[in-house]
């Protein structure tokens, strides 16, 4: 192993304390509150604000599935393990719940206001029984009776019928009623909506006219139906939140398949740590709720609209309303692969970097069919964390395995809420011939690595791929990523011990240019940016850029602010997590940090370093945090072509270092400030300049190759 940081540098890094911190749960939570901002800002598209209203929803599902029941466990286990701001869980529990009930007032306060009210002037309603017409009350009977009604199950709840257990995030029906005998006391049963139904039904029209019915709604209408000889007092629609990580003892499981899939089992049964509720819903039942899950009043939230927003993405999903919607993009073919069928001859004679949304994905898949079907290709091997069960992707491997060459899937089975998928396509990749193993024990195989060693005619040659994100080609549509194409032998030999270490049984071997973790990767880049301290303090080139989705690694932070305490200029684009407090007097006034959200999620991770005026740039899959240093298998590679170099700084990142439309940037207290443009400044937008540069160079490209295309004679003409 490398010599760690030299004892001055660590004495440097340690005077730093909790009040140099942020806490790492509040800060999502700011992050969350960025992308509610996009849907609030009336210059994004109507169904573009609902989407954004959507994924709100969907994270905050995450962050108390995973983050809010985590610190309930160490509550509940009386651990004392304080946050980096020197927090304990319950401190921190109490803090993170008022913001998030402000932020869920805001939320359904939009909705209200402005989403559903625009929607309905742009045509798509949302509407109650009261305001259907006697056609659409006779459809909605049939529909009920035909599709609904058979696959209800009304569930009582007496001394006989103990309240039924509810599902993580199913939507229930909680109803007050009585036998309709006078005196009858009342009580309370429960009907679960079916997951297997639509929760949002179109109501039929001749025009395209598109109105919805919430399936919650209708069934609630229809109650008095599926409890015959009741008097119905109420019912309200509600929802339950429960832990959803997954507990896995790595060392104990044989079978780590099998493990995987029990755990699975026990995640429906977590413990409750959430609990949503119609507002109108009376103290005594939610009361009733809160008891039966044993949560107190800290865990309700009343809500004022569609419980679960996050199913009106079938509104935005759908094949309508393309003018309340951004432009549709295509990516095209970067340009230097634009001969897609010498794609290996293009990497031979240089290095290729592709920035995906904006340059197609396909670069990736071609890559791999084209090994799968290539006869000189000898052997595959790659890592997979979230492919999404993508044909394409999985389909090439089993090709290749089929067409008789040596393939091996490195199948991380523990990428949070795709383990069911994950180990779908694992059984279809082993049952084709594919080599499939289960990472490391204890650790995350996160890296985004392929290696493919094919038979050249000067010999046998290793051409290796390596991106920011995954092996997915439905996100790479909407991610940011940077994907680099090479066959450097030293990056090559070292892809080659890196996949010999994650299949057999064999030390870490040091790389010589890759920087790989839990062995080495938070080390080497505390010691670059030391290292930049040290230039700066010997009035040498200095600085650091550095572009992720997180920072909260503490050692990290504490050794950037040491680099800042020493003159060196620091510029952090961080879209998610920060925990450092940037803007500190005499601590981190050379620090900036910013966060652009837009049209796509900025997921590529960047790292610079100026380096006495060699500069570095490096590119990989981790995020600055510990569980990236140290329980993930990461991969980051140095980009050396001066040109990919280049680009990588001097514009994208630059583009996104002058972006005053989409960016945010931090202030030293946590919050985040919109970046607006000076006084006679334009108005800058990373991503859409992206979007409009790719767009032109496919024009270009296209205009070329029609001009110097020969005619074809006697050709009849057809569909491209």
């Given at each position: 192993m490398r010599a760690g940081p030299p004892a001055n540098d660590i004495n440097r890094m340690n005077e730093f304390s909790t009040e140099h911190f942020l806490n790492r749960e509040i800060s999502w939570l700011e992050f969350n509150q960025r992308v509610m901002e996009e849907a609030v800002d009336p210059s994004n598209p109507l169904l573009e604000r609902v989407k954004f209203f959507c994924i709100v929803s969907s994270n905050l599902d995450e962050f108390f599935e995973v983050r809010v029941a985590g610190l309930k466990q160490q509550i509940e286990?009386?651990?004392?393990?304080?946050?980096?701001?020197?927090?304990?869980?319950?401190?921190?529990?109490?803090?993170?719940?008022?913001?998030?009930?402000?932020?869920?007032?805001?939320?359904?306060?939009?909705?209200?206001?402005?989403?559903?009210?625009?929607?309905?002037?742009?045509?798509?309603?949302?509407?109650?029984?009261?305001?259907?017409?006697?056609?659409?009350?006779?459809?909605?009977?049939?529909?009920?009776?035909?599709?609904?009604?058979?696959?209800?199950?009304?569930?009582?709840?007496?001394?006989?019928?103990?309240?039924?257990?509810?599902?993580?995030?199913?939507?229930?029906?909680?109803?007050?009623?009585?036998?309709?005998?006078?005196?009858?006391?009342?009580?309370?049963?429960?009907?679960?909506?079916?997951?297997?139904?639509?929760?949002?039904?179109?109501?039929?029209?001749?025009?395209?006219?598109?109105?919805?019915?919430?399936?919650?709604?209708?069934?609630?209408?229809?109650?008095?139906?599926?409890?015959?000889?009741?008097?119905?007092?109420?019912?309200?629609?509600?929802?339950?939140?429960?832990?959803?990580?997954?507990?896995?003892?790595?060392?104990?499981?044989?079978?780590?398949?099998?493990?995987?899939?029990?755990?699975?089992?026990?995640?429906?049964?977590?413990?409750?740590?959430?609990?949503?509720?119609?507002?109108?819903c009376p103290q005594s039942v939610w009361q009733q709720l809160l008891e039966t899950h044993n949560l107190g009043e800290d865990d309700l939230y009343l809500i004022d609209g569609p419980i679960n927003p996050t199913r009106l993405m079938a509104i935005y999903e759908g094949a309508h309303s393309p003018e309340l919607r951004d432009k549709p993009f295509v990516a095209p073919i970067a340009h230097v692969v634009r001969d897609r069928i010498a794609l290996f001859a293009t990497i031979r004679r240089k290095d290729v970097l592709v920035h995906h949304p904006y340059e197609s994905f396909n670069t990736v898949v071609d890559f791999l069919e084209q090994a799968a079907r290539d006869p000189n290709v000898m052997a595959i091997k790659q890592t997979l964390y979230r492919t999404g069960g993508d044909p394409r992707i999985l389909g090439a491997l089993m090709l290749a395995a089929e067409n008789g060459k040596q393939v091996t899937a490195i199948a991380e089975l523990k990428a949070r809420f795709d383990e069911a998928n994950n180990i779908q396509w694992a059984r279809k990749l082993e049952e084709s011939g594919v080599h499939v193993v289960y990472g490391i024990v204890g650790k995350k195989v996160h890296g985004k690595i392929t290696l493919v060693v094919r038979r050249d005619d000067d010999g046998l040659r290793r051409y290796v791929h390596i991106g920011t994100g995954n092996y997915n080609p439905t996100t790479a549509r909407i991610y940011t990523d940077l994907s680099l194409f090479t066959c450097d032998n030293d990056i090559a030999e070292d892809a080659t011990n890196l996949f010999n270490l994650l299949t057999g049984f064999c030390r870490f071997q040091r790389p010589k240019k890759l920087l790989v973790a839990p062995f080495e990767l938070q080390q080497r880049m505390i010691e670059f940016i030391l290292r930049e301290a040290e230039h700066a303090q010997k009035k040498r080139p200095a600085r650091i850029i550095a572009k992720m989705n997180s920072l909260s690694d503490p050692e990290v932070i504490r050794a950037l602010y040491a680099a800042s305490k020493a003159g060196v200029k620091i510029d952090l684009i961080v879209r998610g997590i920060c925990c450092l407090r940037p803007g500190i007097p005499g601590v981190s006034e050379n620090i900036t940090v910013r966060s652009l959200v837009g049209r796509f999620l900025e997921h590529a991770r960047i790292f610079y370093f100026e380096n006495g005026g060699k500069p570095a740039t490096y590119i990989g899959s981790a995020d600055w945090m510990s569980r990236n240093f140290l329980r993930r298998m990461e991969v980051v590679v140095p980009v050396e072509d001066l040109s990919l170099r280049d680009r990588i700084i001097n514009q994208i990142i630059a583009a996104q270092l002058a972006d005053n439309t989409k960016a945010w940037q931090l202030e030293p207290d946590g919050s985040y400030t919109r970046v607006a443009p000076d006084s006679g400044q334009p108005r800058r937008d990373a991503q859409s300049e992206f979007l409009t540069e790719a767009l032109d160079k496919a024009k270009s490209v296209r205009k070329t190759i029609g001009v110097h295309r020969p005619k074809a004679k006697g050709r009849s003409k057809t569909k491209a």
């Open positions: 286990g009386d651990i004392v393990e304080r946050s980096l701001d020197g927090k304990t869980a319950l401190e921190t529990v109490r803090q993170l719940t008022k913001r998030a009930r402000r932020m869920v007032e805001d939320q359904y306060r939009l909705w209200r206001t402005e989403l559903e009210p625009n929607l309905a002037k742009a045509g798509i309603r949302f509407l109650e029984y009261e305001k259907l017409d006697e056609k659409d009350r006779s459809w909605l009977e049939q529909y009920y009776r035909s599709q609904v009604r058979p696959v209800l199950t009304p569930l009582a709840v007496d001394p006989a019928h103990p309240f039924p257990h509810i599902q993580n995030k199913a939507l229930n029906i909680v109803v007050s009623l009585s036998l309709e005998q006078e005196g009858a006391v009342p009580r309370l049963a429960v009907m679960q909506v079916p997951r297997v139904l639509p929760r949002i039904v179109q109501v039929p029209r001749e025009d395209d006219a598109l109105d919805f019915m919430f399936l919650g709604h209708i069934i609630g209408h229809y109650l008095a139906d599926l409890f015959p000889g009741t008097v119905i007092h109420g019912h309200w629609k509600f929802r339950v939140t429960r832990n959803s990580e997954l507990y896995v003892d790595e060392d104990d499981a044989e079978n780590m398949l099998q493990a995987v899939e029990e755990e699975l089992r026990n995640r429906r049964k977590g413990e409750a740590v959430r609990l949503e509720v119609d507002a109108d």
